[in-house]
Structure formats: C-alpha cells, structure tokens
C-alpha cells in the first residue's frame, strides 16, 4: 500500500489497517500506543486499542514499516530552505517542508530543536531533521540546509511582469 503522506498520521495508519483487512474502520474509534522498533520484515510494532464507546473492545498489536524520512523522493531542489529570522526552531520550517514534500508532519513526528539561522555572508548550513521515536509513521533523519533569504536568487515576479493590464478573454463565435 502506498500511504497518502498528507493525511494524519493516526489515518494513514488507519488506511494500512482498513487495507490489509478489508475493514472500515475509523481513527476516533481507535487509541494507538508508542511505536516499537523491532528487528524483520517489518520495523515497527503498536498497540492498537478500541477508544471507550467507540462501539468496539480490546487491543491488537500490529506491525508495519515506518518510512525512513531519507526515502522521502525531494522535488527538483527541496533539501534548501530560506530564512530571515536569525534563530527558529524546526517547528518553524515544518510547514514548507510539508508544502514542499507533499507530506504532513505533526507535532509528534519529529525533534524540535532550535536553528541557528547562517548570516547574509555564510553558506548555507546544513542541519537534520530527526524522526520522533514516537512517530506512527515516520523513522530517521532527512538533510537538509538552511540559509539566508537575502542570499535567494529568485526572479522577481514584478520585474518579470511590468504589463498589468490585460485586455481579458474574448471567446470567438463559430459562425456557419
């Protein structure tokens, strides 16, 4: 099964569960407990256990593979990143990695440690991006490097754009 990385985490678990055994089952009415690395075919183990009135009852523990963040296939140049603050947190870049990757890292799925963003004369730096062990989904570390806005070589969009106005569509009349 190929997971649908911008879901929720408990949901694309959900979606492997549902998959493998032609059931229907929803996240709420399920509580999944701390991923556990095990050696074999599969890399990970949980606890999966019925939420109170959720209409069902008990645990199963289940395993599956995690997905190492380096497996993760970047775009054309996604591993750099731009700033203008000059100290964040990772927290800070998750949502332009998430854009970036067509994921949806939470909270829960990864390390948030602070960054030293590098100044206008510094090349860019390189840090990790660290997998939490408690991540339903996600193992290892992604590289990526940071660095300074100033140093963007972007077009800029109104250079490239000096017309502004436009004469609009026209939609031409078949005539017979």
Same mark, same amino acid.
């Given at each position: ?63 599956? +593979? ?5 497996? &993760?296939?970047? $775009? ?5 990143? %731009?700033? /203008?603050?000059? !100290? ?59 660095? +300074? ?5 972007? &077009?800029?969009? $109104? ?5 502004? %106005?436009? /004469?609009?569509? !026209? ?6």
């Amino acid at each position: 099964m190929i997971p649908k990385l911008t879901k929720d985490p408990s949901q694309i678990v959900v979606d492997m569960i549902n998959a493998d055994n032609n059931s229907h089952l929803i996240a709420e009415q399920l509580r999944f407990g701390v991923p556990v690395v095990i050696e074999g075919p599969r890399n990970t183990r949980i606890l999966v256990t019925a939420r109170p009135y959720s209409g069902m009852v008990g645990s199963v523990e289940v395993e599956y +593979n995690r997905i190492d963040l380096d497996t &993760i296939p970047p $775009p054309d140049d996604p591993r750099l990143f %731009y700033t /203008n603050q000059t !100290t964040l947190r990772v927290s800070d870049i998750v949502p332009l990695i998430n854009e970036t990757y067509g994921i949806n890292l939470t909270t829960t799925d990864y390390v948030d440690v602070l960054l030293v963003a590098p100044a206008v004369t510094d090349p860019a730096l390189p840090f990790s991006l660290k997998a939490a062990a408690k991540s339903l989904i996600y193992t290892g570390l992604m590289s990526l490097s940071l660095a +300074n806005e100033a140093t963007r070589n972007d &077009i800029s969009l $109104p250079l490239e754009m000096v017309n502004t %106005y436009f /004469n609009g569509f !026209t939609y031409a009349f078949l005539t017979t």
